[in-house]
C-alpha cells in the first residue's frame, strides 16, 4: 500500500534537489527529463508548482532529500500531526 507524498509548494525553493534525487536514483543519471517529479517555476510571482507524474513509485527519496519540508511522507506528515497540504498528485 502506497503511503503517498504530501506536497506544500510555499515551501519549495525550486532547488530541484527533489528532481535530481529522483532521476538519478531510477535512471542512473541527472536528467530532469527522466524524474518522476516536476518543478514548474512561476519566476515573475516567484511561485513553484510541485508535480508528481503518474509514474511516481512513492520511494519517497524526493521527500528525503528535500531541504525545506516542500515534499515529505503522508505517514510522516499524519505522525507529526500535521494536516495534508495542497499540490499536485499528477501532472
Known sequence: MSRGI???PALCIG???????CSLHHT???NRQKAHIRI???????Y???????????CGLCAASCPTGALSRQAETT??????A??????
Open 40 to 46: 514548474i517555476i512561476d519566476e515573475f510571482n516567484g
Open 28 to 30: 542512473g543519471e541527472f
Open 86 to 91: 495542497g499540490g499536485s498528485r499528477a501532472l
Open 6 to 8: 504530501t506536497v506544500r
Open 79 to 84: 505522525a507529526k500531526g500535521g494536516e495534508a
Open 48 to 58: 513553484y508548482q510541485i508535480g508528481l507524474i503518474s509514474t511516481c513509485r512513492d
Open 15 to 21: 532547488c530541484s534537489t527533489c528532481v535530481l534525487t
